[in-house]
Each structure stands twice: as structure tokens, then as C-alpha cells.
């Protein structure tokens, strides 16, 4: 029995003995973890920035949806008349519904890509790229009807309208009063220029006048009006006495400078 005794006396060393080797070979392993939780943070940094990069470009297409509901709502209540303008043109009333349709989805995509990428939420993120999806084919859509009737985008189609519809600045039909508003508010003539009006309805009902009155230069505003014998003189054709730049630019040049000041 004593030797029995020792015998486990002495085993118990050799146990032990064997404990380091099993300590080294938890801690390579804990090294070897080590390293992944070294790779995860790496990762994790990573996908962080991809989360507030998709933030970012989200917000700018919030912003775009924003602005071009903006645009759309603006065009249909504006009190200079852009609205009849547009509806005298089905192709261009048609389109302003677009532009709010597509603000609103730009709107919507943004706003859902915002939250699901601060949220990190999976359905959000669907909902996110279907509407991408459809975006996008809408907006190929959108570029065949383009190109299918772009004839009717042209100035040569505005300046053709304007011919045959335009009566003149006393009228009071929907086209002709809208085209006096907008030359009277952007301080231009006709589509392209005064020419415009050459073997134009409005000729053939005044035929002693070049130009509408609403072309010549200070009038329509309050505490400009011209005197009579200028305004003789701009009717006539005097260049010095009227607007010369064409209402396409004109609104061309407003919408750009519009759209870079609210970029600005």
C-alpha cells in the first residue's frame, strides 16, 4: 500500500510537467484568434466607411428628388403661367408629371437609403435597390419617348406654336396671355428673336407692327412704361427699343443660374 501511495505521489509531477505544452498550445490558438479579431476590426472600419459613403450619395439623391418636386409643383402653380405654356404642348404636359413622379421616387429612394444604411436594416435596403430598379427603367423610358418625339422638344416646334397661335399683346386667350407673361417677365421676344414674328398670325392681325408690345423695352413694368413715340418706334422694328434675346434662352439661362445658385 505505501508503494502504491508513491507511485501516485509521483505520477502527479508527471501531470503537471505535461500542463506547459497545453498552455503554449492555448495561447498559439488564442494568437491565431487574436489575428482574426485583428481582421474583423480592419473589416468592421471598412464597412463603415461604405455605410456613410452610401449615406452620402443617399442624402445627394434626396436632395435631387427634393428639388426636382420643387420644379414640378412649381411649373403647375406658378402664377407667371408656365402651366398653360406646358399644356398647350400634350408632350410637355405629360412630362412635368413625370418630373414630380420621378422626384418623388429620387425622394423616396433617398430618404430609404439614407435610413437603411444608418439603421442597417435588410428590408429598407431591398425596398432600396427595387426602387433603383425601377428608376432605371423608367429612365430608359423616359429616354425613348425622348428620342421618339423629340421633334416636339425643339425650339423649331415652340417657334412653329408660336406662329400660328400667338394673336398678340391685347388678346386674351390662354396661349397668347401666357406668352405675354413670359416675355414680359424674362424680358425677351418671341422663341428664338423678334423674327419669330415674321409671317406669323400676329402679323397678319397687325400688320403695321413688327413686334408685340409686350417686346419693347420697359414695358409691362410698373414705373417703366415707355412713351409713346419710343414705343412707335419699337413697334416699327427699332433693334435699339426692344428685346432682342429669344424667351428659349432666356428660360434656358434662368433654370441654369437657378440650379447652380442652389448648388452653390
Not at 418625339?149 to 416646334?157: G, I, Q
Not at 405675354?180 to 419669330?196: R, Y
Request: with cysteine.
Amino acid at each position: 500500500m505505501y508503494c502504491a501511495v508513491r507511485l501516485k505521489v509521483e505520477e502527479r509531477p508527471a501531470t503537471r510537467s505535461r500542463a506547459p505544452p497545453e498552455t503554449n498550445h492555448l495561447e498559439s490558438l488564442t494568437g491565431v484568434q487574436g489575428g482574426f479579431s485583428t481582421g474583423n476590426s480592419h473589416g468592421g472600419d471598412c464597412l463603415s466607411c461604405i455605410k456613410y459613403l452610401m449615406f452620402f450619395f443617399n442624402f445627394l439623391i434626396f436632395l435631387g428628388g427634393s428639388f426636382l418636386l420643387g420644379v414640378g409643383v412649381w411649373v403647375l402653380v406658378d402664377p407667371m403661367g408656365f402651366r398653360e405654356i406646358v399644356a398647350a404642348n400634350p408632350l410637355l404636359f405629360t412630362g412635368v408629371y413625370i418630373i414630380l413622379a420621378m422626384g418623388a421616387m429620387l425622394f423616396l429612394l433617398g430618404f430609404l437609403g439614407c435610413c437603411g444604411a444608418i439603421r442597417e436594416n435588410k428590408c429598407l435596403l431591398l425596398f432600396f435597390f427595387l426602387l433603383i430598379l425601377v428608376i432605371f427603367l423608367a429612365e430608359l423610358a423616359a429616354a425613348i419617348l425622348a428620342f421618339v418625339f423629340r421633334e416636339h422638344l425643339t425650339r423649331e416646334k415652340f417657334t412653329r406654336d408660336l406662329k400660328r397661335h400667338y394673336q398678340g399683346h391685347n388678346n386674351t386667350d390662354v396661349f397668347t396671355s401666357t406668352w405675354n407673361a413670359l416675355m414680359t417677365t424674362f424680358d425677351c421676344c418671341g422663341v428664338n428673336s423678334p423674327d419669330d414674328f415674321e409671317e406669323s398670325l400676329f402679323r397678319l392681325l397687325s400688320p403695321d407692327m413688327m413686334v408685340p408690345g409686350v417686346c419693347c423695352q420697359g414695358n409691362g413694368h410698373p414705373g417703366d412704361a415707355v412713351d409713346d413715340l419710343s414705343r412707335d418706334e419699337c413697334l416699327r422694328g427699332s433693334m435699339e427699343l426692344r428685346y432682342n434675346k429669344g424667351c428659349y434662352s432666356a428660360v434656358v439661362d434662368y433654370f441654369e443660374t437657378s440650379i447652380y445658385m442652389a448648388g452653390a
